[in-house]
């Protein structure tokens, strides 16, 4: 399984972003895919997750701002990211649940000037 996300960049605070991953190499759909993201010193955190089924989660310090939804035909998962903060600086990284095998993508980065 592979997953290739792309999307990040520089942005101004309060600007917006959208970041995508795709998966492939299965022919399984996979139960949850996600975002998360570390930023410089700290640990890797979640920032949403999106079920199969269409059910989300959100880290609290992203409710309201950041959207995540996904395409099962494609194996697709989004994150549009509104009003953006510096505080969002990080490298994202996507993440497949296949069964009980976790896939980590890439990371891509997201930078949040002030």
């Known amino acids: 399984v592979q997953l290739q996300a792309s999307g990040g960049g520089l942005v101004q605070a309060g600007g917006s972003l959208r970041l995508s991953c795709a998966g492939s190499g299965s022919i399984f759909r996979p139960t949850i895919m996600g975002w998360y993201r570390q930023a410089p010193g700290k640990q890797r955190e979640v920032v949403a997750t999106?079920?199969?089924?269409?059910?989300?989660n959100y880290a609290d310090s992203v409710k309201g701002r950041f959207t995540i939804s996904g395409d099962n035909a494609k194996n697709m998962v989004y994150l549009q990211m509104n009003s953006l903060k510096p505080e969002d600086t990080a490298v994202y990284y996507c993440?497949?649940?296949?069964?009980?095998?976790?896939?980590w993508g890439q990371g891509t980065l997201v930078t949040v000037s002030s």
């Open positions: 999106i079920t199969n089924g269409g059910s989300t």
């Open positions: 993440n497949a649940l296949y069964g009980t095998r976790g896939y």
